[in-house]
């Protein structure tokens, strides 16, 4: 069973950086799309950012471009998230989630459907906040 381990979350005021981690168990053994949801009080869950490491392929939300950027940790067996100029809109709890790709294949489409991933993690609180 694979195991997703978040780590990173925490309290930042507005224009601040936080970084999440994801460590993705077995990581050198099988090809993953990995991504990164949130989910604000009332609101559904929300597709943030995606990677998938049979490529490199990297996809953003639009609310994120330009502010977060995903990058694969290979000494670490994780995803990171670097988020910054976070805005208190931003305050959520964020989940990665990833999906076995046992043929490499990862249409862009599946990235922002939390449907498409078989195994999350257990979420991280960040609160954007003065």
């Known amino acids: 069973q694979l195991q997703l381990v978040e780590s990173g979350g925490g309290l930042v005021q507005p224009g601040g950086s936080l970084r999440l981690s994801c460590v993705v168990s077995?990581?050198?053994?099988?090809?993953?799309?990995v991504g990164w949801f949130r989910q604000a009080p009332g609101k559904e869950r929300e597709g943030v950012s995606c990677f998938s490491s049979s490529d490199g392929s990297t996809y953003y939300s639009d609310f994120v471009k330009g502010r977060f950027t995903i990058s694969r940790n290979i000494a670490l067996n994780s995803v990171d998230l670097q988020m910054n100029d976070l805005k208190p809109e931003d305050t959520a709890v964020y989940y990665c989630a990833a999906e076995r790709l046992p043929t490499g294949v990862w249409p862009s489409r599946n990235w922002p459907l939390a449907s498409q991933y078989t195994y999350w993690g257990q979420g991280t609180q960040v609160t954007v906040s003065t």
């Open positions: 077995d990581f050198p053994k099988h090809y993953y799309a």
